[in-house]
């Protein structure tokens, strides 16, 4: 009898491991940039990863559609095009839709084109997959990395002016905690976040190894 063939990721893993496994944020530390700078509040934050889903799941796409017609030589010039017209689209849908996000954002919207998780993607992942396959990863990265920037624009916005999406929480006795509003406040939060989601994995895998003993 021949051995069996082991089995690849799911489809179900291929979208879950943006959101938890290999979240491109809080695990593989990548596009920080943009998530210390626009976090100031839930409505940036939404707004940057859901801009940056959009370019991520349509470059994803269209990479794994023409993968096989790109020349190895010139494949990281013609991703590059690809992601930047997706990012040029957005751009123009942002200021359409609501020019004071637009000029919350400012330049990182532009900076979406070298976003390395979106270029890595497209390189690791896009490049060698099915166009299923492709978007799925897309949407898991592109929700994972939403996911981080919530978690960091929700705690600055609260501490740092009693709001959230605007709305008043604490009323007017409320001192804000101005740190979080400053630069030096998004490292803050995103340290903390770091050490929560380590301290989880930490446990996992204790218990992970506890069970195998």
Known sequence: MQPATPKGPSDFDTF????????PVMVQLLGCCPVLAVTISMRNALAMGLATTFVLVCSNILIASIRRFVPKQVRIAVYILVIATFVTIVDYAIKAISVDVYKALGAFIALIVVNCMILGRAEAFASKNTVWKSLLDGIGMGVGFTFALVCLGSVREILGSGRLFGIDLFG??????????APSGGFLVFGGWLLFFGWLQARKQARLQGDAK
């Open 16 to 23: 879950i491991k943006g959101l938890w496994k290999e979240n």
């Open 172 to 181: 007017p006795r409320f001192e804000p905690w101005g740190i979080f509003a």
